[in-house]
């Protein structure tokens, strides 16, 4: 009996040893590795913000980089301050990813992509009831059918001669409120969960031509985008989005390369972004066994911390509302 007997301490190295071999075995798609050395990397939203400081440090990494935004002049002021700091010459587009056949334009003239991160993003808050129509459409336009014509133009570049070229990627900016709900973002938040979507879809039907699709989910960022949208931003959008802490710009561009780098399906960006991916991971593709690991072993936990999250918030709408009275 003594030969078959499995004392209770080693079940508890046992299990979980076991769970990690299955994972190591059954996680999809296998990892993968992205260099940016050599590479052309092409970034919408380059000229400001969050695109601007992965624009600066992908440049540094010795990658050949493209630019589009709308505004020629801060194409112009990103491409020189660039140069400056990395003394490498960067391409810049002028167009609007509402515009199909401009963006096709720009890409097709910057040659084929191998990184296409679809950084550009607009965001407006405001309580639904109050938002002007027009304004919603703009998010939705910009944020995600920019981002299907990006990705519809730039594909057949991409996918040709991938084989010899090695793996690509399409890396999508989305938000934190890309992953919950945020009071002051129905439109903002229903264009980046859009994307979320997408994203998923793309990775499976893109994956045996070895691009890899990286979704990014930072939380508030200091950026000149942010500056604009609190000068509005409803105060419970501002007391609910502080529940994940800030962050710098370019802190935000070097987890998103390393996700890229990583072929990371979910990048989170700080720790209230880890727990909020291990929340909300549903049936996203994971590469990582030690990830999924801890996905799978703290649901019930990371449900159980989502709802305190949402005691707390209905908790402040609540104290909001009795304090503020409607007009
Ligand atoms: N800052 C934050 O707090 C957070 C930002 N994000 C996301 O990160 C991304 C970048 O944000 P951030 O750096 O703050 O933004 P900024 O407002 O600082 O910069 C936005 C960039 O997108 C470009 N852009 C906007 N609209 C269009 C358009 N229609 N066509 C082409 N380019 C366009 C802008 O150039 P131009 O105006 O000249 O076109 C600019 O280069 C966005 O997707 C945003 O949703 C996510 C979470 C938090
Ligand atoms: C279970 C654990 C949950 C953990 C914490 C949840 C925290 C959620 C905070 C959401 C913040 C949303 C900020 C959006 C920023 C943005 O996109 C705008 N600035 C526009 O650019």
Redesign the pocket.
């Known amino acids: 009996m003594a030969g078959v007997y499995i004392s209770f301490s080693s079940l508890i190295l046992i299990v979980p040893l076991a769970l990690l071999l299955l994972l190591y075995f059954i996680v999809r798609p296998k990892p993968a590795r992205v260099p940016i050395k050599n590479r052309h990397v092409f970034i919408?939203?380059?000229?400001?913000?969050?695109?601007?400081?992965l624009a600066h440090l992908c440049a540094r990494q010795g990658a050949s980089v493209s630019?589009?935004?709308?505004?020629a002049a801060?194409?112009e002021e990103?491409k020189q301050s660039i140069k400056l700091a990395t003394g490498c010459d960067v391409s810049v587009f002028?167009?609007?990813?509402?515009d199909y056949d401009a963006v096709k334009r720009a890409v097709e003239e910057a040659g084929p992509i191998d990184v296409l991160v679809?950084?550009?993003?607009?965001?407006v808050p405001q309580e639904l009831a109050e938002q002007e129509i027009e304004e919603i459409k703009f998010m939705v336009?910009?944020?995600l059918m920019?981002t299907f014509h990006l990705i519809k133009a730039a594909l057949p570049g991409m996918k040709k001669n991938r084989a010899e070229l090695g793996p690509g990627s399409i890396a999508i900016?989305?938000?934190?409120?890309?992953q919950v709900g945020i009071y002051g973002y129905t439109a903002?938040s229903a264009s980046?969960f859009g994307l979320k979507g997408l994203a998923e879809a793309l990775q499976q039907e893109i994956i045996s031509d070895n691009i890899h699709v990286s979704l990014?989910?930072?939380?508030?960022?200091?950026?000149?985008?942010?500056v604009?949208?609190t000068k509005r931003r409803p105060q419970l959008t501002s007391i609910i989005a502080a529940s994940s802490g800030?962050m710098k710009?370019d802190e935000?561009a070097k987890k998103s390369l390393n996700g890229i780098e990583s072929g990371t399906f979910i990048v989170p960006c700080n720790f209230e972004g880890f727990l909020l991916s291990v929340a909300t991971a549903g049936l996203s593709p994971q590469r990582s066994f030690l990830m999924a690991f801890v996905e799978v072993t703290t649901a019930g936990l990371m449900r159980l911390a989502g709802l305190f999250f949402q005691w707390n918030w209905y908790g402040a709408i609540d104290k909001w509302r009795s304090t503020n009275t409607r007009t």
């Open positions: 919408t939203g380059g000229s400001s913000g969050i695109g601007l400081s630019l589009l935004a709308r505004d801060k194409l990103a002028s167009a609007d990813v509402r679809c950084n550009h993003g607009v965001f336009d910009v944020n920019g900016m989305s938000s934190q409120a890309g903002y980046k990014i989910f930072p939380p508030d960022t200091d950026t000149p985008g942010l604009e949208e800030a710009a935000v």
